[in-house]
């Protein structure tokens, strides 16, 4: 990856935090708790999923930056929801816990030497694993859930 596409990633990761603060902000909180069909996610525990996706990339990107040639575990996203009760979590503590991770996390990489981003490692799914890639599919899959978010917002504004 470049330097420049790095940097507009970097900073686009930079502001994942504020974009989920001002998705909660837009609507009213009953909006966080719908439904909108009894297999999707509320929310609420989109938030909850993503807070767990933080914590668990927080340790990934560390992973990669200090033992790079070691394995980092995979995580399941169901059995985590299905074990967190995310409904029932207080969505403030939630925010708070997000945004220490996040934020710990920008800025360990916005402080890398370009030849850190190269570091690689071992990854069940996927084979090997660069910074850089990691970065990648932190990015996607964050925003699906804020474009999932906003899908549900639409939705309960439709009911």
């Known amino acids: 990856m470049s ?3 790095r940097q507009q990633r970097l900073e686009d990761y930079g502001k994942s935090y504020q974009t989920i603060k001002d998705l909660l902000e837009q609507h009213p909180a009953e909006a966080r708790t719908f439904r909108p069909d009894p297999a999707d996610w509320t929310v609420h525990e989109i938030v909850a999923h993503l807070t767990d996706s933080e914590a668990n990339n927080y340790v990934r990107a560390r992973k990669i930056i200090a033992e790079p040639g070691s394995t980092v575990m995979t995580w399941d996203e169901t059995p985590w929801y299905n074990a967190s009760n995310y409904a029932a979590l207080d969505l403030d503590e939630v925010l708070v816990l997000y945004h220490s991770l996040h ?3 920008y800025r360990l ?3 890398l030497t370009d030849g850190t981003w190269a570091n690689v490692v071992n990854h069940p799914e996927f084979v090997t694993l660069s910074l850089d890639e990691w970065l990648v599919r932190h990015l ?4 699906i859930h804020l474009n999932q ?3 549900n917002y ?3 504004q439709a009911a």
């Not at 996607?140 to 925003?143: G, L, Q, V």
């Open 3 to 5: 330097n420049p596409e």
């Open 103 to 105: 934020t710990m996390t």
């Open 109 to 111: 990489l916005s402080n």
């Open 140 to 143: 996607n899959h964050t925003n």
């Open 149 to 151: 978010m906003r899908q």
């Open 154 to 156: 639409e939705k309960w």
